[in-house]
């Protein structure tokens, strides 16, 4: 009867390799995360595009029912909401695509800021119309980058300084300068000054402000815009305006 030798006992691994281990172990559970994140934007993407659809097709729908010599003002209000929506899905649509590359860099383009800005206050139109508010714009350049993104950058802004500014009657300033091989953007905003500590963390996702408690929101609007900034190889900040109040400041390559 053969006589088996005994196993040769296998050494501990070294604690490199057992980190090396530990390494592989993690990336294999990241790789599955953003499987799965791929999955849950493209889900979110479709479930946001379907209302956004459907607010286009009703408001042609009803600007065909409306005698235009009767309802000027109405076709100007339902063609703004038409271009809302055609922004809004542009923008979903290029949020997904980072989403599923997020190594990417932007698709530099020319893109033209003043025109951009326009679009922005046309859509932020009735807002301003409510508070009565006055928005005085600097002759903003063209830079390299993509538009959906600049775009949500400047109407984020602009619609935070209008949310938190006076209530009535307040002023919006939006001003540009260069400064060396980048253009600095200002939007200065009326009202409470924010305090150094809530400055800190005025970008953080879901982070909102004890002053924040009469506006709506998700908490996310300048956490994109810092995302949009930094994409595009530039920096975001918050200071306290020279006349008082809010400015934020953001940079972008000339």
């Known amino acids: 009867m053969a006589v088996r030798p005994d196993p040769v006992p296998r050494p501990d691994p070294s604690p490199l390799e057992a980190e090396l281990e530990l390494l592989r172990a993690r ?3 990241l790789e599955r995360e953003k499987a799965d994140l791929e999955v849950f934007s493209a889900v979110a993407a479709h479930e946001l595009l379907t ?13 065909d029912r409306l005698d235009e010599s009767l309802h000027a003002e109405s076709h100007e209000d339902l063609d703004n ?12 649509e290029t949020l997904l695509n980072h989403a599923r590359s997020t190594r990417r860099e932007p698709l530099r383009r020319p893109v033209d800021l003043d025109r951009v800005l326009r679009e922005c206050l046309t859509l932020l139109r009735a807002e301003i119309r409510a508070r009565h508010a006055v928005v005085r714009v600097a002759e903003l350049p063209e830079v390299q980058g993509e538009e959906p993104l600049l775009g949500s950058l400047f109407a984020n802004l602009l619609a935070n300084a209008l949310k938190y500014g006076p209530r009535r009657h307040g002023t919006v300033t939006v001003e540009v300068g260069r400064a060396g091989a980048l253009w ?9 000054t924010i305090s150094a500590e809530q400055r800190e963390r005025i970008f953080e996702p879901y982070y909102r402000g004890s002053g924040e408690r009469r506006a709506r929101g998700a908490g996310l609007g300048l956490a994109i815009c810092r995302y949009i900034v930094e994409r595009h190889g ?4 918050l200071a306290p305006a020279p006349a008082g109040g809010n400015r934020f400041w953001f940079t972008l390559p000339a």
């Open 27 to 29: 990336v294999d559970e």
């Open 51 to 63: 209302p956004v659809v459907m607010i286009d097709a009703y408001a042609a729908m009803i600007a």
């Open 81 to 92: 909401m038409r271009r809302g929506a055609a922004r809004t899905r542009l923008l979903v």
């Open 184 to 192: 600095r953007f200002c939007v200065d905003s009326e009202g409470p």
């Open 234 to 237: 530039g920096q975001i900040a």
